[in-house]
């Protein structure tokens, strides 16, 4: 799979007249609870030659392509990757924290990980965690048996929206473990258990529903829910002017 990803990201390049900045995993593969048969979610940052950028009307600024078995691979342009770095979009947050990194040009990803702090705003990373956890919680989560999939995407959500709570100025990282430090020690046993289970079942399996780790789910979603208008934001400068400069000087890099 890492040699068709390659193959890929290469064809991508010649057929639409990119450069690939960054490519990495942003799935379970990256968060670490991977089935065997996880797909491979690959998100990828591009720039265009120069000349693209000196026009009144900007081009399309995203690309997706159909999901296979085994591939899921999309991209946003440089600009808009900037501008939502900027606005302080959780899943780029999430990309760029990504341990599994399929292409990279120079120092990019070290280049852009300082930025995170100067751009977070606590408030926003709660509102997307709080999107996630809604579906697990109002939807994934109601039956007697439950995909264990559904089950790790909502514990993952609501432990990174816990971690905003507790460290609103701090960035929540991307992978589970990291995440499990603000877990309650009380679960410890439970999410290591089906923890071990997921990584040896396939992606439509089902468990019974676990009493009291549903039960800490649903507190955590009340618990959003009454925090989120109040929680305060935490920029205290525009990071606009740095960005700008960082944009240049990826554009201006050899092509």
Sequence with gaps: MHARIQNALSQLEARHNIRILYACESGSRAW???SPDSDYD?????????????????????????????????????RKALKLLRGSNAAL?????SPVVYA?????????????????????GL???????????????????????????ALRSSLAARWIQLQPTEVPPMEFQLLCQVLPPE????????LSRKATADEKTTV?????????LRAEY???????????????????????????TLLVAPF
């Design 208 to 216: 019974p529903r676990p009493a009291l780790l549903v039960d800490f």
């Design 222 to 248: 009340e618990a959003v829910l009454a925090a989120r208008a109040t929680l305060p934001i935490t920029r205290v400068a525009d990071p606009t002017p740095a960005l700008d400069a960082l944009f240049r």
């Design 127 to 153: 509102n997307h965690y709080t999107g996630l956890m809604r579906r697990g919680v109002e939807d994934d989560l109601v039956a007697a048996d439950v995909r264990l999939k559904r089950l790790f995407y």
């Design 104 to 124: 990279e040009t120079a120092s990019f990803q070290a280049e852009l990980i300082p930025h995170l702090t100067s751009c977070w705003n606590a408030r926003a």
């Design 93 to 97: 947050f999430e990309w760029l924290q």
């Design 32 to 34: 670490g609870f991977p």
């Design 187 to 194: 679960l410890d046993d439970t999410v290591n258990e089906l």
């Design 42 to 78: 690959v998100r990828f940052i591009y720039a265009h030659p120069t000349d693209w950028y000196l026009t009144l009307d900007e081009g399309a600024d995203t690309l997706n392509f159909p999901v296979d078995d085994e591939l899921d691979l999309a991209g946003w342009e440089l």
